[in-house]
């Protein structure tokens, strides 16, 4: 049952991208079902959810696993079963009692904070995998003390599956009665993909529930080890309800700042749907490449520091940041120049495309926050990216305030302001891996080939429309031909830059046979 920290962590970066792939095509069927108008609603109410999720779950989940793992190392099994056992017995209660005060309070949160009193029945309809999730994920962080993940990443590949056939499916049915009971159909898609991932995830452990019958002999509540379990739980719990408490904040705050500007709540439910559906959908994409670069490089990173090896982890500091900037400024260039022409073929929305030349100059700096986050944890420094989100989350909500409410700038200035946040909190990041590390990024290497590669192929993007319409192709083709050109443009310049290496090729490879490998397992 046991597998290696490097075939646990590709095991999950391998879900993660088969997720991410499944959510993405999931989103594009939902908007062009569902509408902007729909979208909104729904991701308008779902960083609430997230939140009960984070207070519901307690933090129990990361503290299992790191309290599991050390009982196993000491091969007291006792204390695992008791560990579990009280670790359930502490999410039950908490999810029901934050269940129903949702319920209780969701005409107040939706009506009054949200100011969009159509939101409630999708919120409403999230709530019940408050307790699925909550429960399910005791389950995971068991697991991962036990170092075995392929239980958390087959049931999360299974959850995103069901969600995206049964939110179809139920949005499809329901929207005859109107884009309320649509979106509610999203919503319900998600509680039963969880409750798909949550039911597997029973079958795992009933296939293993030997290794907790010796904690059944022991106290049903053992004071110490509660004391030990949320002394754990609880920053955790803290450093994630402050995260996603700023999610929340500018799920509510934009849609307000745009209701300033004279807009009606239809309106403003609709080009926020654009914002979060759409704009930033496309934004986020590139980035599965950077997440489970950040993903790999947490045990990377903590095996070169473990080594004291300066060299080993300068290279792969280097390294990280190199394919990073080789994904972040392509995808800037193709966000800034083809955004009507991605947002009206992928989603049926050329409007959104304003929003979303806007965010492009953001791309950068998002991919470098997820890596360089990922190589602040590997050193053993979590606290450091989280206070830089914190001082990054001040400025964008101090800017989303200000110039979301003028009406020249609209929603166009949220997206302006969530790009200072990803500036700050890169800029940030870097610093502080330059203050722990001493590594500093060799500019030529990182920046200037990966920049001298990607100028030719911005000219092919910036010329080729009129090309390609002007020998009669049609608009699809001519974007499709485009992509390919610019990107056969790009890959020649970085191999004659030598911006990629062989080795790099041969390292993406192995990479991805690995993962593919893990999950087959």
């Not at 439910?269 to 670069?293: D, M, N, R």
């Not at 610093?431 to 500019?443: A, E, Y």
């Amino acid at each position: 049952m046991r597998q290696s920290l490097l075939t646990g962590t590709l095991v999950l970066t391998g879900a993660s991208l088969v997720n991410r792939v499944l959510g993405f095509v999931y989103q594009v069927f939902l908007i062009r079902l569902i509408r902007a108008e729909g979208i909104g609603l729904f991701t308008m109410v779902y960083p609430l959810y997230v939140l009960a999720l984070v207070i519901a779950s307690l933090g129990i989940p990361v503290a299992i696993a790191k309290l599991v793992a050390d009982a196993v190392t000491k091969r007291d099994f006792g204390a695992v079963g008791r560990l579990l056992r009280l670790s359930l017995a502490c999410t039950v209660v908490a999810s029901l009692l934050v269940t129903v005060t949702a319920i209780a309070t969701a005409k107040v949160l939706t009506g009054k904070i949200v100011s969009n009193p159509a939101t409630y029945l999708p919120f409403v309809s999230l709530l019940p995998g408050v307790f699925i999730v909550s429960v399910c994920s005791v389950f995971r962080g068991f697991f991962q003390g036990l170092q075995y993940m392929t239980p958390t990443a087959t049931s999360q590949m299974l959850e995103q599956l069901v969600r995206v056939v049964a939110g179809l499916t139920l949005a499809s049915i329901l929207l005859p009665y109107g884009v309320v009971a649509a979106a509610c159909g999203a919503s319900l898609g998600v509680v039963c993909g969880e409750g798909a991932g949550f039911l597997l995830m029973l079958g795992y452990f009933f296939r293993s529930r030997d290794l907790v019958a010796a904690g059944r002999r022991g106290p049903f509540f053992d004071l110490a080890l509660g004391r030990e379990l949320f002394a754990l739980a609880l920053p955790v719990t803290l450093m994630r309800l402050v995260s996603t408490g700023f999610l929340a904040l500018e799920a509510v705050l934009i849609p307000h700042r745009l209701l300033a500007t004279g807009l009606t709540t239809r309106e403003a439910t609709s080009i926020y749907g654009q914002f979060a559906g759409i704009a930033e959908t496309l934004l986020y994409t590139p980035g599965i490449i950077t997440v489970s670069l950040a993903t790999a490089l947490v045990p990377a990173i903590a095996e070169a520091l473990a080594a004291r090896r300066g060299d080993l982890l300068s290279s792969r500091v280097n390294n990280a940041l190199r394919l990073t900037v080789l994904t972040g400024l392509p995808s800037a260039a193709v966000l800034f120049l083809l955004p009507g022409e991605l947002c009206h073929f992928i989603f049926g929305y050329r409007e959104a495309g304003a929003i979303l030349q806007v965010l492009a100059f953001g791309a950068p700096f998002l991919y470098l926050q997820q890596t360089t986050t990922g190589i602040l944890q590997g050193l053993g420094r979590p606290l450091v990216p989280f206070r830089n989100l914190v001082v990054a989350s001040i400025f964008k909500l101090t800017g989303i305030y200000f110039l979301t409410g003028l009406p020249e700038y609209g929603i166009r200035g949220a997206a302006a302001a969530v790009v200072v946040g990803f500036a700050v909190m890169s800029l940030l990041n870097l610093v502080d891996l330059w203050q722990l590390t001493g590594c500093t990024p060799t500019v030529g290497e990182v920046i200037l080939k990966p920049l001298v590669a990607t100028l030719p192929a911005t000219v092919v993007l910036k010329w080729g429309s009129t090309f390609f319409t002007s020998r009669g192709a049609g608009p699809l083709l001519s974007l499709t031909a485009e992509l390919l050109l610019a990107g056969t443009v790009y890959v020649a310049g970085l191999i004659l830059t030598g911006a990629l290496r062989r080795d790099d090729c041969a390292r993406l490879f192995f990479i991805f046979g690995k993962i593919f490998a893990a999950i087959k397992r």
